[in-house]
């Protein structure tokens, strides 16, 4: 059982980091990663300012259409990362920028000083209005925003001001005028004042505390991170997670990825060469995988008909299960997750992965180092129940489900014929998911977890009964409607029950805050199963259900986006429907179309929505 988080100290440990050579390979995992068949070793240049030209391996005058791939020239060129920095700046989206006054400029008269003059206010806001809303279900313990994030804001304000301090990291700063930005955008989006703060100066203050924000975590991740100037390694991902928080609120998919994929560089260069990590730097990773995976989950913006993705899948898989078969699982399990970043088209190649496996234990090692849960073994010291209230085998299942489909996706765009042993591999794998999926949606109690750390409203509180039971049971039942959607890709008719389970889930979950209004924390509960079950709906009342329960979710001050997600259901309800009369036929009329066609047509998916679009609902 692991103590409070009040009842341990943290210092800074003597660091047992190695020094990173200045000539490591350049790499950034994304879609440009794939389309240019870069070789995924570690090599970060904008963190070291080495010198990698882009353009030996791509055309930089022509870029690739999709803007979110932009980010790996982004990575892998500090020059690049520079000029892309300066066009990407922090701003926020048309679609929630508040009305200019005046016609006046935004930046007009804004200095540290004078946001910082702000900071005990917006400060205050961001404890207790914003942070609940990163718990996706009620949690009265302490989220790791408030124990790390928020606290090491507050001492870095008074560093900056009262306390004078010369030499405060950019790391810290970074955290701070991210966390003042977060605070402002939500106070400016819900057009009310707030102790004395227009809505309109918060706009202005969340337009500069942002690109503030931005400076600092470049300059913290290029010359904080080695030698004497090094910062504190919680201090730079504090900076980053604070960052994609934001860049998630004002809908920036942009940063958001590159951030996301910062995060992983670092906690991979820094966070996994530590010998031992403190507790708190474990919740950080664990923030960070729930960012990662859940943002994964709708990330379906890939080259997949590259013609050098199915070749690398395939030595992937070959080379885990001999590294498996020489090795061992732990092996194979840091072989695959610590020297390279993730693009999630990575399966685990162990030919022994069965049920009964599933119910073995983690060793302590990998499951500290498993960030993106590729390792489908239980883990005693997991602390995902304690921070969202959430089992670890349903973060790990969205994660393997992910890649998956990922997998199937390239095989089923690639022109190739795949071997057999793959297609058998595969279809194996397929099946063991789909049984530990159904078998973990058939669970619905909750297990005993011991707090993060108490609130001090609510002494040794843990996670609220019914709202947040009801919850996990709606994500449970999306969980089932993810994997027939993307792996087995049914006719949304099958998913009905599953749609309506997650329609009573948050039915129950509602119910729960209203007839106990504390119960809730602030938190409006994760959208991710309204927007999975959401899009397979097919009756008029469960859309209309569906639709309203998003509507009334955005309405909270930091909700996140829910206009465009409602959009893409719309598109897909829209699609189907006009398909579906269309091969009605007319009253002396015949079919003209295909079975291929309807059945193409019938299944029309967000997938394909998102595909069409190169967009990126973010659910986390």
């Not at 609940?132 to 124990?147: A, D, G, Q, R, V």
């Not at 010369?166 to 991210?178: C, I, M, P």
């Not at 409607?481 to 006719?491: D, M, S």
């Amino acid at each position: 059982m692991n103590p409070p988080l009040s009842n341990q100290t943290d210092t800074e440990r003597p660091s047992h980091e190695p020094e990173m050579p200045m000539d490591i390979p350049s790499v950034s995992i994304s879609d440009a990663d794939s389309i240019l068949d870069i070789e995924s070793f570690l090599g970060w240049n904008d963190i070291f300012n080495t010198g990698f030209d882009f353009a030996t391996v791509g055309n930089s005058d022509q870029p690739y259409e999709d803007p979110l791939t932009m980010l790996a020239r982004a990575a892998n060129d500090p020059g690049d990362f520079q000029r892309w920095s300066e066009t990407q700046d922090f701003r926020m989206n048309d679609a929630t920028i508040l009305e200019r006054e005046g016609g006046s400029p935004l930046l007009e008269a804004m200095t540290d000083a004078g946001v910082l003059s702000h900071g005990e206010v917006l400060l205050h806001h961001f404890k207790h209005v914003v942070i609940p809303t990163y718990s996706p279900l009620p949690m009265n313990s302490k989220s790791p925003w408030e124990i790390l994030n928020c606290s090491a804001a507050v001492q870095t304000l008074a560093d900056m001001t009262y306390l004078a301090v010369q030499d405060v990291k950019h790391a810290s700063r970074g955290n701070l005028f991210g966390t003042l930005a977060c605070s402002a955008f939500t106070i400016a989006k819900s057009k009310a004042d707030f102790n004395g703060l227009s809505a309109s100066k918060c706009e202005r203050i969340a337009e500069y505390a942002g690109r503030r924000a931005k400076e600092h975590l470049q300059e913290t991740l290029r010359h904080e991170t080695s030698g004497t100037q090094k910062a504190k390694y919680k201090d730079q991902l504090m900076a980053i997670n604070t960052l994609i928080a934001l860049a998630t609120l004002v809908e920036n998919q942009n940063d958001a990825r590159c951030y996301l994929i910062d995060a992983e560089r670092l906690l991979r260069l820094r966070g996994l060469a530590k010998k031992v990590l403190s507790r708190r730097a474990r919740l950080l990773h664990h923030v960070y995988t729930w960012l990662r995976i859940v943002g994964e989950s709708t990330f379906i913006i890939h080259d997949y008909a590259n013609s050098t993705l199915l070749p690398r899948i395939e030595t992937s898989l070959s080379r885990s299960r001999r590294v498996s078969d020489r090795m061992g699982r732990e092996a194979d399990v840091s072989h695959a997750t610590h020297g390279h970043l993730d693009d999630f088209l990575r399966v685990e190649g162990n030919e022994k992965d069965s049920e009964t496996d599933a119910e073995d234990e983690k060793e302590r090692e990998v499951g500290i180092r498993d960030i993106h849960l590729e390792d489908m073994r239980q883990f005693s010291d997991t602390l995902y129940l304690q921070i969202y209230g959430i089992p670890e085998t349903w973060l790990s299942l969205v994660s393997r489900t992910t890649r998956l489909a990922n997998v199937l996706d390239v095989i089923n765009a690639s022109e190739k014929e795949v071997s057999r042993a793959l297609n058998s591999f595969l279809q194996r794998k397929s099946s063991m998911l789909e049984s530990m999926v159904c078998s973990t949606a058939s669970e619905n109690i909750v297990p005993h977890r011991e707090p993060v750390e108490s609130s001090t409203n609510h002494p040794g509180a843990q996670m609220t009964g019914a709202a947040s039971e009801a919850m996990l049971r709606a994500m449970k039942a999306a969980l089932v409607i993810f994997f027939y959607r993307r792996i087995r890709n049914v006719h949304p008719w099958i998913l009905r029950t599953y749609v309506n389970d997650v329609i009573e889930g948050l039915k129950d979950f509602d119910r729960g805050v209203t007839l106990n209004p504390g119960s809730g924390s602030g938190t409006v509960g994760t959208i991710w199963p309204a927007f999975i079950a959401g899009c397979e709906a097919m009756t008029e009342a469960s859309r209309n259900w569906l639709c309203t329960w998003l509507e009334k979710s955005s309405k909270c001050p930091p909700a996140k986006g829910n206009s465009a997600i409602i959009r893409i259901i719309r598109t897909v309800w829209r699609k189907r429907d006009a398909m579906a009369s269309a091969e009605r036929p007319k009253e002396g009329g015949h079919k003209s179309r295909s079975r291929s066609q309807k059945r193409a047509d019938t299944n029309y998916t967000w997938v394909h929505v998102l595909r069409e679009e190169k967009s990126w609902p973010m659910l986390y």
